[in-house]
């Protein structure tokens, strides 16, 4: 460690030339990912010592798939079109504990200065902010807003979904009234509108170049905006951008509101080796590190010069059973599964504490969750015992898959194996690639695998919809179907009365607690770790973080 301590700085005072630190550090063994964030932080990070915005470098566990705003798929998407797109309205910000600011429920204009919603909450009428301008300078007008939503009605990826949620079906509910007014109807009042409307697939979009960039089949130019960006947010595609590498963003130019941001630009650089991205953070060549395992989270609880904001979460992690494969479509085996897990072990020797159990599969921290439902606990002799029953006394032998890119995951496979060989089941763990994991899975060739899942709106039925909901095959994975079930998403998806909503979620959680098509593991905190230094950290309702507000002393 100390050696390449002394090498950073050998290199950051220039007394060694890059050649040289590459040819070295990889003597004493580090990887290749490892020493080129290394250069990249010793060379082209600026100190605010001076008084001056410091550039901000950040340790990426996933890759970019897919810029365009609507159809991203990968977390280090999501965080890049958050920082280079804009919504209508965003959630409204408070100050949260250690210097962190965290959303409230409340709305604010972003690109629209002001808005309102009619006495029956069906009629959304937003103005547009006078000076607001893409960043090539374009001026946003209520037509870019109507193409944006038109857009992620009919076009590419997966906002058509949340389009139809918000219950937008047609494209004649969307509508610019004049150059700065745009109106969104509703085909009911909607509790989880003030809930999807800040979602990032929502974003605003410029219908000129889009339209100029369209070609073919391509009409809403998928094409381009998967490897281009042009939005109105605080950042813009910077001059550093190698795919699988490393990604700049820099500060807007044409930025309406350049005061929101604190610093000179982000460094985003892919790391896929979790020890590497810790190494880095340790010796303060990163400023944040995302995507570390909770074994790692534990070894910088005592590091020198690091800190951890740690965060309940809503984050819902469980076992899928798969009913298209026997036995688990016997609710009989399900259950005993379920009673056969050691889930404080889990909580001790996989989460090392940053989390706590699943007890509904409506999280806590989500209205209306309810945990007292859930019967199952550590209980090796009622496993045993509903195994004998479903015709299984002396157990059975099945397959558990996780994907080696999460591995939290890989470390819970082996927690339950020991489990369920304590009542017979015998367990072969499947360690696949993420590219074969996926496969696999869309192929329906998984019989038991382990999953998560979080909800970036904070609603029971849009958890409910996507984990439970028979039609949603992509995220229903137990390919469960239950018509009680299905009734009660429908009818408390769109109900304006609380009490009412309350007890519709509550008699479908009480179904899943018994069908058990789900085994809930854990709520994973949220955790960022960073440098001491580091300022700015937010908390919003998708647990992305707004690079915007960073800052380092």
């Given at each position: 460690m100390s050696e390449i301590s002394s090498l950073t700085r050998a290199l950051t005072e220039g007394r060694i030339s890059r050649r040289m630190f590459i040819g070295q550090a990889a003597l004493l063994g580090l990887s290749m990912s490892a020493i080129l964030a290394l250069v990249e932080a010793c060379t082209s990070s600026s100190s605010s010592g001076s008084g001056q915005k410091a550039k901000m470098l950040i340790g990426l566990d996933t890759d970019i798939d897919d810029l365009d705003p609507n159809d991203f798929k990968s977390d280090a998407a999501y965080e890049v079109v958050i920082q280079t797109y804009e919504m209508p309205v965003d959630n409204v910000t408070k100050p949260g504990p250690n210097g962190t600011l965290e959303a409230t429920t409340d709305l604010q204009g972003i690109l629209a200065a002001n808005f309102t919603v009619s006495a029956d909450g069906t009629i959304y009428t937003f103005k547009v902010?006078?000076?607001?301008?893409?960043?090539?300078?374009?001026?946003?007008?209520?037509?870019?807003?109507?193409?944006?939503?038109?857009?992620?009605?009919?076009?590419?990826?997966?906002?058509?979904?949340?389009?139809?949620?918000?219950?937008?079906?047609?494209?004649?509910?969307?509508?610019?009234?004049?150059?700065?007014?745009?109106?969104?109807?509703?085909?009911?009042?909607?509790?989880?509108?003030?809930?999807?409307?800040?979602?990032?697939?929502?974003?605003?979009?410029?219908?000129?170049?889009?339209?100029?960039?369209?070609?073919?089949?391509?009409?809403?130019?998928?094409?381009?905006?998967?490897?281009?960006?042009?939005?109105?947010?605080?950042?813009?595609?910077?001059?550093?951008?190698?795919?699988?590498?490393?990604?700049?963003?820099?500060?807007?130019?044409?930025?309406?509101?350049?005061?929101?941001?604190?610093?000179?630009?982000?460094?985003?650089?892919?790391?896929?080796?979790?020890?590497?991205?810790?190494?880095?953070?340790?010796?303060?060549?990163?400023?944040?590190?995302?995507?570390?395992?909770?074994?790692?989270?534990?070894?910088?609880?005592?590091?020198?010069?690091?800190?951890?904001?740690?965060?309940?979460?809503?984050?819902?992690?469980?076992?899928?059973?798969?009913?298209?494969i026997k036995p688990f479509n016997d609710v009989r085996v399900r259950q005993a599964i379920a009673y056969a897990l050691p889930y404080d072990t889990l909580i001790k020797n996989v989460l090392y504490g940053f989390g706590k159990p699943l007890k509904s599969v409506v999280a806590a921290g989500m209205p209306t969750s309810d945990e007292t439902g859930w019967p199952y606990t550590t209980d090796l002799q009622k496993a045993k015992s509903l195994l004998s029953d479903a015709g299984f006394p002396s157990g059975f032998r099945s397959s558990l898959a996780v994907s080696v890119s999460r591995a939290e995951d890989a470390d819970t496979a082996v927690w339950i194996q020991s489990g369920l060989a304590s009542v017979g089941i015998q367990i072969d763990i499947q360690k696949l690639s993420d590219a074969d994991?996926?496969?696999?899975?869309?192929?329906?060739?998984?019989?038991?695998?382990?999953?998560?899942?979080?909800?970036?709106?904070?609603?029971?039925?849009?958890?409910?919809?996507?984990?439970?909901?028979?039609?949603?095959?992509?995220?229903?994975?137990?390919?469960?179907?239950?018509?009680?079930?299905?009734?009660?998403?429908?009818?408390?998806?769109?109900?304006?009365?609380?009490?009412?909503?309350?007890?519709?979620s509550k008699q479908a959680q009480a179904i899943f607690d018994r069908d058990v098509p789900l085994i809930l593991l854990y709520q994973r905190d949220f955790v960022i770790a960073g440098r001491t230094n580091v300022t700015g950290v937010s908390v919003y309702p998708d647990q992305y973080l707004r690079f915007w507000g960073l800052s380092k002393s």
């Amino acid at each position: 460690m100390s050696e390449i301590s002394s090498l950073t700085r050998a290199l950051t005072e220039g007394r060694i030339s890059r050649r040289m630190f590459i040819g070295q550090a990889a003597l004493l063994g580090l990887s290749m990912s490892a020493i080129l964030a290394l250069v990249e932080a010793c060379t082209s990070s600026s100190s605010s010592g001076s008084g001056q915005k410091a550039k901000m470098l950040i340790g990426l566990d996933t890759d970019i798939d897919d810029l365009d705003p609507n159809d991203f798929k990968s977390d280090a998407a999501y965080e890049v079109v958050i920082q280079t797109y804009e919504m209508p309205v965003d959630n409204v910000t408070k100050p949260g504990p250690n210097g962190t600011l965290e959303a409230t429920t409340d709305l604010q204009g972003i690109l629209a200065a002001n808005f309102t919603v009619s006495a029956d909450g069906t009629i959304y009428t937003f103005k547009v902010r006078p000076g607001a301008t893409f960043s090539n300078g374009t001026p946003v007008t209520a037509k870019a807003f109507e193409y944006s939503y038109k857009r992620a009605l009919l076009g590419p990826g997966y906002a058509s979904l949340v389009m139809g949620m918000l219950t937008v079906k047609d494209p004649s509910q969307l509508k610019a009234v004049d150059d700065s007014t745009f109106q969104i109807t509703l085909a009911n009042a909607n509790p989880m509108a003030a809930k999807l409307l800040p979602l990032t697939v929502l974003d605003v979009m410029d219908p000129t170049v889009s339209n100029q960039q369209a070609k073919g089949d391509d009409k809403w130019a998928n094409a381009y905006y998967k490897t281009n960006i042009l939005g109105t947010g605080p950042y813009v595609k910077g001059s550093t951008w190698q795919a699988g590498s490393q990604y700049l963003l820099e500060p807007n130019p044409k930025y309406w509101n350049p005061s929101k941001v604190k610093n000179a630009g982000v460094l985003l650089k892919y790391i896929p080796s979790s020890d590497d991205r810790l190494l880095l953070l340790e010796q303060g060549d990163l400023d944040l590190a995302f995507g570390l395992p909770a074994k790692n989270l534990d070894q910088l609880k005592s590091a020198k010069g690091v800190t951890l904001w740690t965060f309940p979460s809503r984050n819902t992690n469980y076992v899928v059973l798969n009913s298209h494969i026997k036995p688990f479509n016997d609710v009989r085996v399900r259950q005993a599964i379920a009673y056969a897990l050691p889930y404080d072990t889990l909580i001790k020797n996989v989460l090392y504490g940053f989390g706590k159990p699943l007890k509904s599969v409506v999280a806590a921290g989500m209205p209306t969750s309810d945990e007292t439902g859930w019967p199952y606990t550590t209980d090796l002799q009622k496993a045993k015992s509903l195994l004998s029953d479903a015709g299984f006394p002396s157990g059975f032998r099945s397959s558990l898959a996780v994907s080696v890119s999460r591995a939290e995951d890989a470390d819970t496979a082996v927690w339950i194996q020991s489990g369920l060989a304590s009542v017979g089941i015998q367990i072969d763990i499947q360690k696949l690639s993420d590219a074969d994991y996926r496969a696999k899975l869309g192929a329906d060739q998984l019989a038991m695998f382990i999953e998560y899942w979080y909800s970036w709106a904070n609603d029971p039925f849009y958890q409910m919809f996507w984990l439970l909901q028979s039609k949603n095959v992509f995220t229903n994975l137990a390919h469960y179907a239950n018509p009680q079930i299905d009734s009660l998403i429908q009818q408390g998806m769109y109900n304006t009365n609380d009490s009412q909503r309350t007890d519709l979620s509550k008699q479908a959680q009480a179904i899943f607690d018994r069908d058990v098509p789900l085994i809930l593991l854990y709520q994973r905190d949220f955790v960022i770790a960073g440098r001491t230094n580091v300022t700015g950290v937010s908390v919003y309702p998708d647990q992305y973080l707004r690079f915007w507000g960073l800052s380092k002393s």
